[in-house]
């Protein structure tokens, strides 16, 4: 009996210290080519084909419009056309129609803007006209946007909800290349939310005033009885991945599984968790590696199936910055690499 009682106390022991190693923690984080522009946070991100784009942001003093753009065979360089719009951070960008759509945001006035812009990645060059808001989101910052089969939404945020004071908003629109309509949301007023879109659904997670919440939107789940959105597994402080809750945070797919990284949630947040819809449920991976600054409003993006994040800032501390890095999501962390 003696010795039964041991041989269970050694596996509970091997158990505990498994599970609490950070040793058995998978991903590794690889420092790519820095971004090209000024560092800033609080810019937008796109794919088109083999290119990423970052735009817009705050380098600490103004709000900016310049746009560069990335491939894993050139690096980065700047899109000579201009952005028409007024400089901006906190903005939205999406596509539509095979065409990109950059907009909303808030200026160097503290002014939230409601205007778009398109802009035409085959020759990099913008529309000047803005696209008619008409029926669209009112002017706010802090929103998230995402694309589905062509079709571009755009919903949550802060700014003015009708003749109300600046809040916190939930209202959710889908642009078709051609004009808006409006679609039901049915989570929470949200602000600096993050989205990821894997097999045609989106997912989204977290944001100030809705921190412990994922949704996932499926348009082809649209009907009489159901707006298309299912809440998911809740962050909340009965699992082991609370950590995951978050806002200003970044995220991007690999291989049909979304990853979230960066951000604050009282502090700056470290600990990067992969999610799985197949089995609606969060792994954590990897922290941030300790080369790499914590940081929150940083940008990401998914490129030939691998992916990126780079930029962000320390509120109040007058850190932005430029640095580029890549997560291997399978590899194990290695100090060689960096």
């Known amino acids: 009996m003696k010795q039964r009682l041991l041989i269970v106390l050694f596996a509970l022991s091997l158990f505990v210290t498994s599970c609490g190693s950070d040793n058995d ?50 690096g980065w360089s700047k899109i000579d056309s201009e952005f028409p719009g007024a400089e901006r951070r ?41 696209v008619d808001m008409t029926d669209g989101p009112s002017a706010r910052q802090g929103a998230i946007a995402f694309t589905i089969n062509g079709v571009g939404y755009v919903g949550t945020g802060y700014g003015f909800q009708e003749d109300e004071d600046r809040n916190n908003l939930k209202d959710f629109y889908k642009y078709d290349g051609s004009s808006w309509a409006k679609i039901a949301f049915d989570g929470e007023k949200s602000r600096n939310s993050t989205v990821f879109v894997i097999d045609n659904k989106a997912y989204v997670v977290s944001g100030e005033n809705s921190l412990k919440y994922v949704w996932e939107y499926d348009p082809t789940k649209v009907s009489a009885n159901s707006n298309g959105w299912t809440r998911k597994e809740d962050l909340d402080d009965d699992n082991d991945w609370e950590e995951v809750q ?66 962000g800032t320390v509120v109040g501390s007058g850190a932005y910055f430029d640095d580029t890095w890549e997560f291997n999501p399978t590899m194990e962390e290695d100090d060689d690499d960096n």
């Open 246 to 311: 978050r806002s200003q945070a970044i995220s991007f797919v690999i291989n049909g599984r979304g990853y979230i990284a960066t951000g604050r949630n009282a502090g700056l947040s470290r600990e990067v968790w992969e999610y799985d819809p197949s089995r609606d449920h969060w792994d954590e991976k990897t922290s941030l590696e300790d080369e790499i600054a914590s940081r929150e409003d940083a940008v990401a993006f998914s490129l030939n199936n691998r992916g990126f994040f780079t930029t």
């Open 25 to 74: 923690l998978v991903g590794n984080w690889i420092k790519s080519s820095s971004f090209e522009g000024r560092a800033r946070s609080g810019a937008v991100s796109f794919v088109v084909g083999d290119y990423a784009y970052v735009g817009t942001g705050y380098d600490g003093k103004d709000a900016l419009k310049t746009f560069y753009k990335y491939s894993l065979q050139d």
């Open 90 to 130: 906190e903005a939205v960008a999406f596509v539509a129609n095979n065409k990109v759509y950059v907009g909303l945001g808030v200026d160097d006035d503290d002014e939230r803007l409601g205007d778009f812009y398109e802009f035409d990645p085959t020759n990099d060059t913008w529309n000047p006209i803005p």
